[in-house]
């Protein structure tokens, strides 16, 4: 046991620090479409300096960093107060999904340009009646001579105004069981037959969309993984989702729980015994969720397969980051609940944690079931 | 980084538990908690295998093991709330190499003498008929108690005792052993935490109601899935405090409250959901649920409860926000 950074791993964090020191991604703009293209521009930054895709192998153009290093990337992005690169979703999902099922081509077309953020992509997953059960989804695929023609209707599909490709989940056989009868498509977004609605969440933005589709088509060639193979496919990128992303969260919510703790400090909040418990046991939560992923990390490292620890940080994050911006307008005051502050959105931002991703629900069924063996629940 | 045991703490943790899964199991445990005994022949087999000693120096006559291999140690026994008097020994220990002694690690490494450390005024395990009870007072100073009186304290798997004054020998302020002791506690909290969640899961699996087993049901599913939570992440608190203990001292106080804070509350949670997952069986005395949970109950309480450790928490981390904005 030795929770001090290796030689390696201190080298590249020293660097990527340097780095970041000397490319500052400066202020954050206001209003989506700025903030957007200020993401964009930080990514092709990233990437002229060789830090866009780190945990990708360097024969597609990436780092080839371990695990560790990767969530020693997401960190320091955290802490240096820079934003998730634009092509986020291109990068952690569609990326290492064409890595395993594309063909060669596939590879070479699609890879260079989720790098460079030449081209953004989104997922085409959830639909109005497929959340949870997503393999009950309705979206279908027809083949039509070279083309499937697609029709349906997905939704939560962020980024998808400035995205050039969607990675899209359709039905392909309606008579096969519903795990079986699924395709997986790379779908371009910018045809007709894709229309794209923003969906306005609590908060009063648009960070998501819904996808209406009639009719898109998508050549034969565009399918990835064979048809009928969408679901294995589909788990591919489900299982990338969580990777790295969490240590950029956790450190955002330890920048956080700070300022709670240096605003209670100022005000004398912090002799009042009750906030004193509260902001401590927001401590511990942000500490054991630190702790708890490395360790998650150490034992794929270690053994080539995860152990409990990585599905359990997921439902500890969202929880305490609702706990903590709940705590935050009796700290702060009513700035907090104030339209329009960083505050208030954050605390309406976070009721979202706890169901993006997977429900809290859903993860308690998934680690009763695949850790604790418990026989399948009845739904 | 590596937060993993490593192969020499694996096949520490792996010989203990088929040891006491050998030697301590749930028989064996009822017999001695019911007859308020020890297990002395188990405590003698213990002591030949150095067990007291695994954190002593050896210069003292023990092994020289870091503070990691003493918590697993302390998991498997909490895993086993087996009937010996380690705990108390082990602590003991601690506050004595933090106070500078010659005279009692020795003994006390190869098990020739028992031991204990507790606050005045609180329960005690393993003080009665330790050879030495190590005793603090609220500003911290430790001496050697020279009276103890013996309570029968809900868990009866060991020996508890409560001292009301200091004794006439002081040992000065041990509070780095302290911190030490607390997270050996939490390590055992973390033991009776997965023999909870491990005997929970096995029963629900089994026990079936409405035609299939009762694990199938979501409530029961998600319940086992929270305790899951609570254990492993009372391990990831408490193997980090274990390892800053020998490696950055300087983190040890605030890593130590997190891990006894979390579980404290935590452990006797996860103790309370394996007996309502056993349902009204749980409840009876044969079901045996009840001994870990006891366990829980006086380890929460020992060395200061979860909202003390909170406090203090907040005071360490107030301090350090005060500095750096300075």
Redesign the interface.
């Known amino acids: ?6 030689e390696s ?1 201190t080298a590249f964090r020293d660097e990527l620090r340097d780095w970041l020191e000397a490319n500052p991604p400066g202020a954050e703009p206001t209003g989506e479409d700025d903030n957007y293209a200020w993401r964009r521009d930080w990514q092709r930054r990233l990437h002229e300096g060789g830090w866009a895709g780190v945990h990708w192998p360097t024969e597609y153009g990436g780092r080839g960093a371990s695990l ?1 290093e990767t969530a020693i990337f997401f960190e320091e992005l955290g802490k240096a107060a820079a934003p998730l690169p634009a092509n986020v979703l291109g990068l952690l999902l569609a990326g290492p999904t064409i890595m395993i099922w594309g063909t060669d081509e596939q590879k070479e077309r699609y890879l260079p340009p989720i790098l460079s953020a030449e081209e953004i992509w989104c997922q085409g997953f959830s639909e109005p009646e497929a959340g949870s059960d997503l393999a009950g989804l309705k979206t279908r695929a027809v083949r039509d001579g070279d083309d499937w023609v697609i029709t349906g209707q997905k939704v939560w599909t962020s980024g998808a105004q400035y995205s050039k490709w969607c990675m899209l989940v359709a039905r392909t056989d309606f008579d096969a069981p519903k795990h079986k009868g699924l395709s997986y498509f790379l779908m371009d977004m910018e045809q007709p037959g894709v229309q794209v609605v923003p969906l306005r969440q609590i908060t009063g933005d648009p960070e998501f969309n819904e996808l209406f589709i009639e009719e898109a088509r998508v050549p034969h060639e565009n399918l990835l993984g064979g048809e009928g193979n969408g679901w294995k496919v589909a788990l591919t990128t489900l299982m990338n989702e969580r990777a790295g992303l969490g240590f950029f969260l956790q450190v955002r919510l330890r920048q956080m729980l ?1 300022e709670l ?2 605003e ?2 100022r005000s004398g909040a ?1 002799d009042d ?1 009750r906030v ?2 509260a ?3 927001l ?2 939560r942000t ?3 630190r ?2 992923a ?2 998650g ?3 794929i ?2 053994y080539g397969q995860p152990g ?2 990585g599905s ?1 940080v997921k ?2 994050w969202s929880e305490t980051n609702q706990m903590l911006t709940q705590l935050a307008p009796g700290l702060v005051g009513t700035d907090a609940l104030t339209a329009g502050t960083r505050w208030s959105y954050e605390l309406l931002r976070a009721r979202g944690n706890t169901i993006e991703g997977g429900t809290t ?1 859903i ?3 998934i ?3 695949r ?8 739904r | 980084m590596r937060f993993t045991l490593s192969d020499d703490q694996n096949e520490i943790k792996r010989t203990a538990k088929d040891l006491l899964a050998a030697r301590a199991g749930v028989a064996a445990l009822r017999e001695h908690a019911e007859g308020a005994k020890y297990d002395d022949a188990l405590w003698k087999e213990l002591c030949e295998l150095g067990w007291p000693g695994i954190a002593i120096g050896e210069d003292h006559g023990g092994q020289g093991l870091g503070l990691v291999e003493l918590c697993v140690l302390a998991e498997e026994l909490g895993y086993a709330c087996a009937a010996v008097p380690f705990l108390g020994t082990a602590l003991a220990a601690l506050a004595l190499e933090a106070a500078g002694d010659t005279e009692w690690l020795p003994k006390l490494a190869s098990g020739e003498a028992r031991g204990a450390l507790g606050r005045i005024g609180d329960l005690i395990p393993d003080a009665v008929d330790a050879d030495v009870v190590v005793v603090v007072d609220g500003d911290g100073n430790a001496s050697i108690a020279d009276d103890v009186e013996a309570v029968d304290a809900i868990d009866s798997s060991r020996r508890y005792g409560r001292v009301n004054s200091p004794g006439a020998t002081s040992l000065g302020d041990v509070s780095a052993g302290l911190d030490r002791a607390l997270v050996v506690v939490a390590a055992e909290i973390v033991g009776v935490m997965q023999r909870s969640l491990d005997m929970a899961v096995e029963y629900v699996k089994e026990r079936k109601q409405f035609g299939v087993p009762v694990g199938t049901f979501q409530s029961v599913q998600h319940k086992a899935a929270q305790m899951l939570l609570d254990t492993e992440g009372g391990r990831s608190a408490t193997y980090f405090a274990a390892w800053t203990a020998d490696a950055q001292p300087e983190r040890l106080s605030s890593a130590a409250a997190m891990a006894k804070a979390w579980t404290s509350d935590r452990g006797r949670e996860t103790t309370g959901s394996n007996i309502q997952l056993h349902g009204g069986i749980g409840f009876t005395w044969e079901a045996d649920a009840h001994w870990w949970y006891k366990r829980a109950q006086l380890d929460a309480a020992f060395l200061g409860g979860a909202g003390e450790h909170r406090a203090r928490i907040s005071q360490l981390v107030g301090a350090e926000r005060a500095g750096a904005a300075a």
Do not use: C
């Open positions: 046991m030795d929770l001090t950074f290796t791993e560790m700070d703790y240096d209670a400090g912090l015994p004193a418990d902001l401590a046991d401590h511990i500490e054991i969720l702790l708890t490395y360790r990390l150490s034992v490292e270690q409990p620890e359990l439902w500890l629900e993860l308690k069924n680690v009763a079931e850790v604790l063996s418990l026989p399948r629940a009845g």
